[in-house]
């Protein structure tokens, strides 16, 4: 297939966006996790949730030109952009998260016509509710022309393997829609000793790869081998317990009968980011998921992000035509892109 898209640069799958406002609830009673915004120092702004800041957040979460102005020193030359993972707002009732949800969808369809082609959409959806979530993957796709959608690692403590949101997942790959997963109010917070940061640094790998696993467990791409899914922060703890898994599938029958093909197969059938700021963890990574199957993440433009996407993937060493694959074509397949003119 000839392509009308060449990009220069790495294709980054992973970053955010926060609006400069948040709308004002229109019901008759605010739900206490509905967002606010209130100033801050210089071209800060403070994220408020249930009357507390939830995070302090630079103007580049809703500047797009200043988006799109830091771009060239990441090596970047297009960005995938999905709301901040916690207004998500799964815990809302699925009527009033709908509408804050569509307003999310509606600013980062404005940036994204904003930019001259240097941003790409990933939007929000209420899983609490799966028909009203399918209905909104259907406005951000048909409507908004996304590229797919943004979902939480666990939706109210369910995995995003669970069988209760096989038909969401099915209108995905019925829509050619991408599916980024996200990690979002991780397990295990009680065991986590020290400030609130270690959400982000411990937390959320581990709850990243109990969602992976979940999708291994219940056999997700044998069912759904259109579905293009994606995990972010390099699959959290899924590159070590994958080996662990694959062994425990020939020892346990109980296990061989619910998992229907080998789970280092499975695995290899998912997409994830290379959001692991080391360079063995990123090589071992490439070889149990392949070298097709690595995509650049940054989380952009939190401060806790790689600033440095394209060098951290040349410090791994790999050859010309991984390192390729890593930059954009990887990313080019998931994300739905035309492949790359040939020059």
Known sequence: MTATLKYRCGIDAHAHMVPHDFPSYLGASVPADWP???????????????????????????????????????????????????????????????????????????????????????????????????????????????????????????????PEFDPFL????????????????????????????????????????????????????????????????GGGTLGLLLPRLQQSWGVFPALKECITAAPREQARKLFFDTLVFDASTLRHLVAQFGETQLLIGTDYPFNFHDRRPVESIDAAGFDEATRELLLQGNARRFLGLPLEENT
């Open 36 to 162: 606010s915004m209130a100033p801050a120092q210089a071209c800060h702004r403070s994220v408020m949730i249930a009357g507390k800041n939830y995070r302090t957040v630079s103007d580049r979460c809703w500047d797009t030109a200043g988006r799109i102005a830091d771009m060239p020193e990441m090596g970047l030359d297009l960005q995938a952009i999905s709301p901040m993972p916690e207004l998500l707002s799964y815990w809302m009732a699925a009527s009033d998260a709908q509408p804050l949800l569509r307003y999310l969808n509606e600013q980062i369809a404005a940036m994204v016509a904003e930019s001259g082609g240097h941003l790409l959409g990933l939007g929000a959806v209420p899983l609490q509710d799966v028909d009203m979530a399918i209905r909104e993957l259907e406005y951000c796709v048909r409507t908004l022309g996304f590229s797919g959608v943004e979902v939480g690692s666990n939706i109210n403590g369910r995995p995003i393997g669970a």
């Open 170 to 233: 099915e209108a995905c790959e019925s829509l050619g829609a991408a599916v980024f997963v996200h990690a979002i109010r991780p397990a295990g917070m009680e065991r986590l000793i020290g400030p609130p940061p270690l959400q982000q640094v411990l937390g959320y790998p581990s709850d990243v790869g109990l969602a992976a696993a979940s999708v291994l467990t219940t056999n997700l791409m044998q069912r759904r081998p259109g579905l293009r899914i994606a995990f972010s922060h």
